[in-house]
């Protein structure tokens, strides 16, 4: 890992400001940077206030700002999304660290990792508009239906598969080939585009070892996980499509939503009944107080909503005490049972001058004529 990691110290400083340069000046008309200027006002009260604007907060803010005569407060502790989160190819260099993500760090393990530094791994999170959908892969991997049955049989109504596949088909909008035996698990109208990869050499091979080893092809986001397939993708006509595209930015202009990024939540206000009444947090280094009438939803992900709920005292009595937080609820499971799979940032070759795949072709004036262009390339 050291080595995959050493070159971003003079990589990224150098070629992303390039990178950046040309993306915003060729891509300019379609930028659509105007919809995330902040509110010129703000409310002092709003029926829903949705902390953090990623990926679950852009689809909520759409569509409970369908509602009109509701107002909604996103309030986003990133910016808004760089030009290079369009571009597909150029979704690695998120892995590192820079002012879109937060860069987490796993405590030292015992056991695993140790391969890397410090036995620990970083864990990017997507700090702008969007959140980890503006940085992430853009695989689009359901899962497995029976992870959803457990869940449901854990005690959760409504969470397994075929109640969740109905939303999964209404916000997908899938632009593969129609298969008779996976056709019913897709959507073909929703706002998010789904499409499967087309194969380049390295898919292909891959495929065909599945075969060889005598594994069915099958639709990755199909009934029936055993087997091998091409990846899908959240990508349309060459470009990232995830929920700020789909969700949020169509939303964007309607007067009874307001999105105000760098804001960042510092805790939420809770009244004496322990209900959820308002948010305090940080703009331009001013703290500010606002207030729901409604709600308030804790969409910050699967780290920063458990801290942002401690520090607003609802955790373990003991951990919130050592830090000198006051308890409004003692709840022992918030931040326990995190599961995540680590940074792996794969093998790493050293390959010839020219390959394509070469990450300082991505600055080459002709990489990027050709993505402009063509919406195709690296
Ligand atoms: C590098 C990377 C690659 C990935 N690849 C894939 C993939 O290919 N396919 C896939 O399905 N999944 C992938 N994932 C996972 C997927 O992107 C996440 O599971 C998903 O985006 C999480 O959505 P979320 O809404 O829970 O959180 P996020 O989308 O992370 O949104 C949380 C938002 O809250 C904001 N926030 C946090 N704290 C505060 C605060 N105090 N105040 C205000 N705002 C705050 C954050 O800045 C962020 O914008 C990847 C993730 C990463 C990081």
Redesign the pocket.
């Known amino acids: 890992m050291a080595d995959a990691v050493r070159p971003t110290r003079w990589l990224l400083p150098t070629v992303l400001p390039i990178i950046r340069i040309m993306l915003t000046t060729f891509l300019r008309e379609d930028q659509p940077t105007e919809e995330f200027n902040s509110p010129k006002y703000l409310y002092d009260r709003y029926d829903f206030i949705i902390?953090?604007?990623?990926?679950?907060?852009c689809v909520l803010a759409s569509r409970l700002s369908e509602v009109a005569h509701w107002k909604i407060l996103v309030?986003?502790?990133?910016g808004p999304p760089p030009p290079e989160s369009r571009v597909p190819g150029l979704s690695r260099l998120?892995?590192f660290p820079s002012a879109t993500t937060?860069h987490y760090n796993l405590a030292p393990q015992r056991h695993g990792l140790r391969a890397y530094n410090n036995r620990s791994s970083p864990v990017?999170?997507?700090?702008?508009?969007?959140?980890?959908?503006t940085?992430?892969?853009?695989?689009?991997?359901r899962g497995s239906p029976r992870d959803f049955d457990h869940w449901a049989s854990l005690g959760n109504p409504g969470w397994d598969y075929l109640s969740v596949l109905p939303y999964f088909k209404k916000s997908e909008r899938y632009r593969g080939p129609k298969r008779p035996h996976t056709e019913r698990f897709h959507g073909r109208r929703g706002p998010i585009p789904v499409t499967p990869e087309s194969p380049g050499f390295f898919t292909r091979v891959f495929l065909q070892a599945g075969r060889y080893l005598g594994f069915k092809l099958i639709d990755p986001n199909g009934p029936d996980l055993m087997g091998f397939a091409g990846p899908d993708y959240t990508i349309y006509r060459g470009e990232r499509w995830g929920p700020v595209r789909a969700y949020l930015e169509p939303a964007a202009k309607r007067p009874n939503l307001h999105i105000l990024h760098s804001?960042?939540?510092?805790r939420i206000i809770f009244n004496k009944d322990k209900v959820a009444v308002g948010v305090i947090?940080m703009h331009h280094d001013k703290v500010k107080a606002v207030k729901a009438n409604l709600e308030v939803i804790l969409?910050?992900?699967?780290i920063?909503s458990p801290k942002?709920l401690m520090l607003s005292g609802v955790g373990p009595q003991k951990h919130l005490h050592h830090h000198g937080i006051k308890v409004v609820h003692d709840l022992p499971g918030v931040g326990k049972n995190l599961q995540e799979h680590m940074c792996l940032y794969g093998l790493t070759w050293t390959v010839k001058p020219g390959v394509p795949n070469d990450v300082l072709n991505a600055a080459n004036p002709a990489s990027v004529t050709q993505y402009v262009h063509q919406k195709s390339g690296m």
């Open positions: 902390v953090g604007g990623g990926t679950a907060g309030l986003e502790a990133g998120f892995y937060w990017p999170h997507g700090r702008v508009i969007g959140g980890s959908s940085v992430n892969g853009m695989v689009y991997a804001a960042h939540v510092l947090f969409s910050a992900g699967a920063a942002v």
